[in-house]
């Protein structure tokens, strides 16, 4: 299993990025894939969650109204629109095979290297 992200960038306040997830070697359809994000100096937070089994989704009180999470065939995408500096963060996908949205970071057993996201002012 290996999850691949790509997609992230600078970007000034009010901006739109779209994060993709590239997912590979899963056998199985029941998964969830969630976006984590740890921005400077804090803890590794959940961000959005997508169940691959029944599509059901999980978002962040930040983030509610401004991120949008997809799931098209192998790839999981995170539309992030109306970005603000504390946005801040390097942003992880992973997967957790329980296929539900929780977001103990516990259940998640495969996850991607990360990439940055930076949104100035």
């Known amino acids: 299993v290996q999850l691949v992200e790509s997609g992230g960038g600078l970007v000034q306040a009010g901006g739109s990025l779209r994060l993709s997830c590239a997912l590979s070697?899963?056998?199985?359809?029941?998964?969830?894939i969630a976006w984590f994000r740890r921005a400077p100096g804090k803890e590794r937070e959940g961000v959005a969650c997508i169940s691959n089994s029944d599509g059901s989704t999980w978002y962040a009180d930040s983030v509610k109204g401004r991120f949008t999470i997809t799931n098209a065939k192998h790839t999981v995408f995170l539309q992030m629109n109306n970005l603000k500096p504390d946005d801040t963060a390097v942003y992880y996908c992973?997967?957790?095979?329980?296929?539900?949205?929780?977001?103990?970071?516990?259940?998640?057993?495969?996850w991607g290297q990360g990439t940055q996201v930076t949104v100035y002012s």
């Open positions: 992973a997967a957790n095979f329980w296929g539900t949205t929780v977001m103990a970071e516990d259940h998640y057993g495969a």
């Open positions: 070697g899963f056998t199985i359809d029941d998964y969830a």
